[in-house]
């Protein structure tokens, strides 16, 4: 799950860069492990990092102005991974984990 976790990280970052005025803002998103070994919080914005408020701008838009990027992409492309990753984790909760 770690793995898919770092994917829709990266994702992100590629999503989030190659903006003109924000090029430091792939260096404001965070990864960290949540809790359990299927939790984890990716894309939050670090507010001591670089352009933090320029990428929450482009991910949610403001009053005047619609988002650029879609925050939600990478997750979809990862998605069949975490999907397998989670599977896997209900058979062995299901059935003990003896694979």
């Known amino acids: 799950m770690k793995r898919s976790a770092l994917g829709v990280k990266r994702g992100m970052q590629a999503d989030f860069s190659g903006h003109r005025y924000a090029g ?49 992409a990478a997750l979809y492309r990862e998605l069949p991974q975490v999907e397998h990753h989670l599977g896997n984790a209900g058979e062995d909760a299901v059935f003990g984990g003896g694979r």
Not at 27 to 52: C, M, N, V
Request: aromatic share 8%; proline share 8%.
């Open 24 to 72: 430091a803002t792939p260096g404001s998103l965070e990864f960290e492990a949540a809790g359990t070994p299927l939790d984890y919080r990716i894309g939050e914005l670090d507010s001591a990092g670089p352009q933090w408020g320029l990428a929450a701008i482009l991910a949610f838009g403001t009053s005047n102005n619609a988002p650029v990027v879609d925050h939600t």
